[in-house]
Structure formats: structure tokens, C-alpha cells
């Protein structure tokens, strides 16, 4: 079965450390992915996704992403954060058996930032 | 630009009560969702929509159902509100073609007591 898996539920990072948030996904084939932030009170915007080439692909905010195919993983990273980083993050995997772009999401990842 | 417009952002039902949700796009997409966020589980698909006058269940459609008579509306109803049913419902668009990002509105948040 398709699954998509978000292992860590809450992270907390000070400001100005790095940020790595994992995600793994189960899947047959190549699947199209995406990475969301959720900031309080609001909907998901989108920060990178990834379709095929690169496997490094660049986001808003600061925010790079990894695709490796080995690992079925696509783990968002963030050199240093900002306290207005501070949010929980989606990870979103679609498959190309499916013709009508759904999504099956992860979880969720609650990052904490400290001063 | 509005994007995705959900109405109402809140509201409070009594068990059995029914209410509609509202999502109205201006980006002119063709396909629409609804999700609900509850917490640990992320969003569960509950319908969606490819097309005006099309609808198809989700992977939580008991309970809902969908109406999309406008290419720009796509309506989310509860006939018989159940406690269960207490969720963040957030309503997403995106283009006719799967590799396109969705566009999510900001959620309305229903408690059914």
C-alpha cells in the first residue's frame, strides 16, 4: 500500500541551527512530492516540490529539499532558522497511477524555534 | 488576489444538525478538494472535484457529500452533523494537470457538540 511517513512529531531548533525534517514515502514508481508549512490559524502553503531531474530542488524561504530514490525519502533542510520558522510541515507524495493530482500527506512535523 | 475563500472560518453545529461548507476559487482551476486536518493524521481526502458537475469520493467521504455546479464552487455538506465530524475542513484547488501544486484556503473549524 502507498504510504507516506513524517517520523518525527514535534522538533525543537534554536534559532540559527540547522533544520532537517524527514520524510519517507512507500511507493512502487517515481512519485511527484511536495513539501507544505502550516503556520497557525492558516491553510498549507506550498515551499518546493519535486517532479524529476534535479534531485536538489530549491524552495521559498531558504527552505532545499532531497530526493533520493534509494532511500524513498525527501527530507527538507534549512541552513539556519528563523524564529518565523516556526510552523508544522507536510510532507505530500503523489502518484503517477493516479490521473487526478491527489496527494496522500504525512502526518505533520511541529517545529519548535528557541531564542 | 483572494485565491481560495472558505466560508464560514468557524462554527459550532449540535449532533444532527446539517450545514454546508463553502469554496470559492478565482484562479480558474479545474480540480477542487476537500480535506479535513485532524491531529496526527494530517489531511484525509474526503471529496473532490476534476471538473464542473463532477464529483468523487476521497479516501473519508462517509458522511459528506459534494456539489460542484459552478467550475469556481465546490460545496462540502453534512447532513447529519456527528461529533466525529469535528474537524479543520480545508477546501484546495489547482490546474487541470497532476504535477501542479494545490492551493489551500485557510480552513473552516467545525465543532459538532
Known amino acids: 500500500a502507498q504510504s507516506v511517513t513524517q517520523p518525527d512529531i514535534h522538533i525543537t531548533v534554536s534559532e540559527g541551527a540547522s533544520l532537517e525534517l524527514r520524510c519517507n514515502y512507500s511507493?512502487?514508481?517515481?512519485?511527484?512530492l511536495f513539501w507544505y508549512v502550516q503556520s497557525p490559524g492558516q491553510g498549507l502553503q506550498l515551499l518546493l516540490k519535486?517532479?524529476?531531474?534535479?534531485?536538489l530542488v530549491q524552495g521559498i524561504k531558504g527552505f532545499e529539499a532531497e530526493f533520493k530514490r534509494s532511500q524513498s525519502s525527501f527530507n527538507l533542510r534549512k541552513p539556519s532558522v528563523h524564529w518565523s520558522d516556526a510552523a508544522e510541515y507536510f510532507c505530500?507524495?503523489?502518484?503517477?497511477?493516479?490521473?487526478?493530482?491527489?496527494?496522500?500527506f504525512g502526518a505533520g512535523t511541529q517545529v519548535v524555534v528557541t531564542p | 488576489n483572494a485565491g481560495v475563500t472558505q466560508t464560514p472560518k468557524f462554527r459550532v453545529l449540535k449532533t444532527g444538525q446539517s450545514m454546508t461548507l463553502l469554496c470559492a476559487q478565482d484562479m480558474n482551476h479545474e480540480y477542487m478538494y476537500w480535506y479535513r486536518q485532524d491531529p496526527g493524521m494530517g489531511l484525509r481526502l474526503i471529496h473532490y472535484s476534476v471538473g464542473e458537475g463532477t464529483t468523487a469520493k476521497g479516501e473519508v467521504p462517509d458522511g459528506y457529500n459534494v456539489s460542484r455546479l459552478k467550475k469556481q464552487n465546490f460545496l462540502l455538506g453534512l447532513e447529519s452533523a456527528a461529533p466525529s465530524q469535528t474537524s479543520v475542513y480545508f477546501c484546495a484547488s489547482s490546474y487541470g494537470d497532476r504535477y501542479q501544486p494545490q492551493h489551500f484556503g485557510d480552513g473552516t473549524r467545525l465543532s459538532i457538540l
Open positions: 511507493y512502487g514508481a517515481t512519485p511527484y
Open positions: 519535486y517532479f524529476s531531474g534535479d534531485t
Open positions: 505530500a507524495v503523489g502518484f503517477s497511477t493516479d490521473s487526478w493530482g491527489k496527494l496522500q
